[in-house]
């Protein structure tokens, strides 16, 4: 029982490293030397006030930062509440759309209907521009686009969104 000892030894790999740094220390040099920048490369073209112009006359005193955990304000006469099919074959799809006003709500049957209604709730609105839509937690993404998009074409330009119906968010500390 003999066992085969290699009596070579594994040829070893020996790789020239001198070679290759000086190879890349002359590549540097070469592109450092070489490098011109073009000339609107350290140019701004900046208005600076002149001389002649004082600083405000009075310092005024910033407003107070608002606060980070409160959610922002965004007073809206009209708010559309969309609640969402929840079936398995529909399921997503848009079941009920309410408009809600300070003088009432409306239920809607589609879009085109929606766009109507909104229509005469912009005449009346005291902010005509904003409008909440509060879609339910369910309802496809899509379909609450073709709302906001809706609310858009009928003259609200600021568009803003409220958390669903029953989505309760609970700070723990």
Same mark, same amino acid.
């Given at each position: 029982?003999?066992?085969?000892?290699?009596?070579?030894?594994?040829?070893?790999?020996? +790789?020239?490293?001198?070679?290759?740094?000086?190879?890349?220390?002359?590549?540097?040099?070469?592109?450092?030397?070489?490098?011109?920048?073009?000339?609107?490369?350290?140019?701004?073209?900046?208005?600076?006030?002149?001389?002649?112009?004082? #600083?405000?006359?009075?310092?005024?005193?910033?407003?107070?930062?608002?606060?980070?955990?409160?959610?922002?304000?965004?007073?809206?006469?009209?708010?559309?509440?969309?609640?969402?099919?929840?079936?398995?074959?529909?399921?997503?799809?848009? #079941?009920?759309?309410?408009?809600?006003?300070?003088?009432?709500?409306?239920?809607?049957?589609?879009?085109?209907?929606?766009?109507?209604?909104?229509? +005469?709730?912009?005449?009346?609105?005291?902010?005509?521009?904003?409008?909440?839509?509060?879609?339910?937690?369910?309802?496809?993404?899509?379909?609450?686009?073709?709302? #906001?998009?809706?609310?858009?074409?009928?003259?609200?330009?600021?568009?803003?969104?409220?958390?669903?119906?029953?989505?309760?968010?609970?700070?723990?500390?």
């Amino acid at each position: 029982m003999s066992k085969h000892k290699n009596s070579e030894p594994s040829p070893e790999v020996i +790789l020239p490293i001198t070679p290759m740094l000086d190879m890349a220390f002359q590549l540097l040099t070469f592109f450092i030397f070489t490098y011109n920048p073009s000339g609107l490369e350290g140019q701004f073209d900046l208005s600076l006030p002149s001389e002649n112009e004082a #600083a405000a006359k009075e310092t005024k005193q910033p407003p107070p930062p608002p606060d980070p955990d409160a959610p922002p304000k965004i007073e809206a006469d009209v708010t559309i509440v969309v609640e969402a099919v929840t079936d398995d074959i529909n399921r997503g799809e848009i #079941a009920k759309i309410h408009i809600k006003q300070n003088s009432g709500s409306i239920i809607v049957g589609d879009l085109k209907e929606l766009f109507e209604n909104l229509k +005469l709730a912009n005449e009346t609105a005291t902010e005509k521009e904003v409008i909440k839509i509060q879609p339910a937690s369910k309802l496809k993404w899509s379909n609450v686009i073709m709302v #906001a998009d809706t609310c858009r074409k009928a003259g609200f330009k600021n568009v803003s969104f409220v958390e669903p119906p029953g989505f309760n968010i609970s700070v723990v500390n």
